[in-house]
């Protein structure tokens, strides 16, 4: 059974930081490229940070995405993190060689206020 499990989103304060963990399973995760999405409320789904190489725009030099094959797990580190970086936050899995097979989790808030 495929599963992705986030972890570690919240409240902080406009200009704290937060590292979200995603805990995956039940698939060969070193085959899988892990991206981190985000959607904010009204908003569409938006990718935040794929594979190792790629941020979005809004949050290049803030944020950065690592994984750790032993442990079947990708993070995401946010720093300097601002109020429209409120969203909830999902990781997803999408095959390497077939780009159509994608896993998502469910999904982590964080909440950017002071």
């Known amino acids: 059974q495929v599963q992705l499990v986030e972890s570690g989103g919240g409240l902080v304060q406009p200009g704290g930081s937060l590292r979200l963990s995603c805990a995956a399973s039940g698939f060969t995760f070193s085959r899988y490229n892990m991206n981190w999405y985000r959607q904010a409320p009204g908003k569409e789904r938006e990718l935040v940070a794929g594979?190792?190489?790629y941020y979005g725009d809004s949050v290049k030099g803030r944020f950065a995405i690592s994984r750790d094959d032993a442990k079947n797990t990708v993070y995401l580190q946010m720093n300097s993190l601002k109020p429209e970086d409120t969203a909830v936050y999902y990781c997803?899995?999408?095959?390497?060689?077939?780009?159509?097979?994608?896993?998502w989790g469910k999904g982590t808030l964080v909440t950017v206020s002071s």
């Open positions: 594979g190792s190489t």
């Open positions: 997803n899995a999408q095959n390497r060689v077939f780009s159509t097979v994608n896993y």
